[in-house]
């Protein structure tokens, strides 16, 4: 199975700062990559799909990009509803597999 | 609006069977595959596996090979995870997730509690 090392695994930032949170894969993905927000008792959203493309809805402020194996989440100018834990996940092939998590919280 | 609504919470005693449920609307159920995420308490997402309800092709990680079942009623629009002898390590909160561009619709999830 394809291994997503997400790094860093927590992060603290301020409301207005700018955040990278980055994923390599174990072998080349192409551009199946997505992004997640989860926040504590709810389920994960999709945020950002094929490397950087943003889903619908989503604040132009998260972007990604990447291709291959390595890939970044930005969100620059925090918002106070940010602050959230973010995955990645790899579906180039099965089993899809997540990368471990980056919980951002507020410094 | 597109949505999958799964059933409620459970409790359930080790070696006892289990079947959760996860129903589509809003779309055409057979056209999607949809997947299962395990989320133990405090820890991160793990992929489960996957099924396309349209001809029950599935497929599983092989860290749940053997462990649960996957399965579909198409005629129901709704998806299944089973499990025939629960473990107290099955304590969770399991989501299902449709496959559309990326994983884009999620259920609100499902806690399974395993006591005796």
């Known amino acids: 199975a394809i291994q997503m090392t997400q790094s860093p695994s927590s992060v603290s930032a301020s409301v207005g700062d700018r955040v990278t949170i980055t994923c390599r894969a174990s072998q080349g993905i192409r551009n199946d990559l997505g992004w997640y927000q989860q926040k504590p008792g709810k389920a994960p959203t999709l945020l950002i799909y094929s490397a950087s493309t943003l889903q619908s809805g989503v604040p132009s402020r998260f972007s990604g990009s990447g291709s291959g194996t390595d890939f970044t989440l930005t969100i620059n100018s925090l918002q106070p509803e940010d602050f959230a834990t973010y995955y990645c996940?790899?579906?180039?092939?099965?089993?899809?597999?997540f990368g471990q998590g980056t919980k951002l919280e507020i410094k | 609006e597109v949505q999958l609504v799964q059933s409620g919470a459970e409790v359930k005693k080790p070696g006892e069977s289990l079947k959760i449920s996860c129903k589509a609307s809003g779309y055409s159920f057979t056209n999607y595959w949809i997947a299962w995420v395990r989320q133990m308490p405090g820890k991160g997402l793990e992929w489960m596996g996957i099924?396309?309800?349209?001809?029950?092709?599935?497929r599983y990680s092989p860290s749940f090979q053997g462990q649960v079942t996957i399965s579909a009623d198409k005629s129901i629009s709704t998806a299944y995870l089973q499990w025939s002898s629960l473990k107290a390590s099955d304590i969770a909160v399991y989501y299902c997730v449709r496959h559309g561009t990326a994983f884009d619709i999620w259920g609100q999830g499902t806690l399974v509690t395993v006591s005796s």
């Open positions: 996940l790899q579906d180039h092939n099965y089993p899809c597999t």
């Open positions: 099924i396309y309800p349209s001809d029950s092709d599935t």
